[in-house]
T-cell receptor
Framework: GAVVSQHPSWVICKSGTSVKIECRSL??????MFWYRQFPKQSLMLMAT?????????EQGVEKDKFLINHASLTLSTLTVTSAHPEDSSFYIC????????????FGNGTRLTVT | AQSVTQLGSHVSVSEGALVLLRCNYS??????LFWYVQYPNQGLQLLLK??????LVKGINGFEAEFKKSETSFHLTKPSAHMSDAAEYFC?????????????FGTGTRLLVSP
């Protein structure tokens, strides 16, 4: 079956540094990937839609300059948290689907970011 | 705007008992509805989805859900809980314009299973 791989699974960084999270579709091409953020014991909030070869579409309230998204190939999207602060600590999850209408989403295993 | 409401942030059952997790949706157009399961520190796994075919949808791991338009509900059930069912469950909705991809999630229900 389809697999979405997310790396790293956890990362600790110092305040002010930047962190890059990768999301790969391992056995299918994904022109669209999605990035979610999940606070402890809360639901997933869609941050942005990553489009291969074009700019990402950000949800209202998400700072595009802070959360940089790059979707340079059909199998890889990256989320970079720039100048991280402790309030950016969260669980980040990506998802992707085959480039077929109404193909279900497959989720990565998430990345737990802790900013100290 | 679409939304889903999950009643009960926690549900506790005994092993072998019926599992019932509630989800009500709000949508101005016929929706697509989903149930996902999340184990600690992992992503989400699709349990089942409703796409306007049969109103009773069977999913993986013995779970099923029934779409009831009159009640705007899509409750998740399993006849007999297993210890391995303990996890967080999310109901989600999307509309026919965005298909299966742009989902709006509920706040989740943590299922606790005791021996």
């Amino acid at each position: 079956g389809a697999v979405v791989s997310q790396h790293p699974s956890w990362v600790i960084c110092k305040s002010g540094t930047s962190v890059k999270i990768e999301c790969r579709s391992l056995d299918f091409q994904a022109t669209t990937m999605f990035w979610y953020r999940q606070f402890p014991k809360q639901s997933l909030m869609l941050m942005a839609t990553s489009n291969e070869g074009s700019k990402a579409t950000y949800e209202q309230g998400v700072e595009k300059d802070k959360f940089l998204i790059n979707h340079a190939s059909l199998t890889l999207s990256t989320l970079t948290v720039t100048s991280a602060h402790p309030e950016d600590s969260s669980f980040y999850i990506c998802s992707a689907s085959r480039d077929i209408s109404n193909s279900p989403l497959h989720f990565g295993n998430g990345t737990r970011l802790t900013v100290t | 705007a679409q939304s889903v409401t999950q009643l009960g942030s926690h549900v506790s059952v005994s092993e072998g008992a019926l599992v019932l997790l509630r989800c009500n949706y709000s949508s101005s157009v016929p929706p697509y509805l989903f149930w996902y399961v999340q184990y600690p520190n992992q992503g989400l796994q699709l349990l089942l989805k409703y796409t306007s075919a049969a109103t009773l949808v069977k999913g993986i791991n013995g779970f099923e859900a029934e779409f009831k338009k009159s009640e705007t509900s899509f409750h998740l059930t399993k006849p007999s809980a297993h210890m391995s069912d303990a996890a967080e469950y999310f109901c989600a909705v999307s509309d026919r314009n965005t298909g299966f991809q742009k989902l709006v999630f509920g706040t989740g229900t943590r299922l606790l299973v005791s021996p």
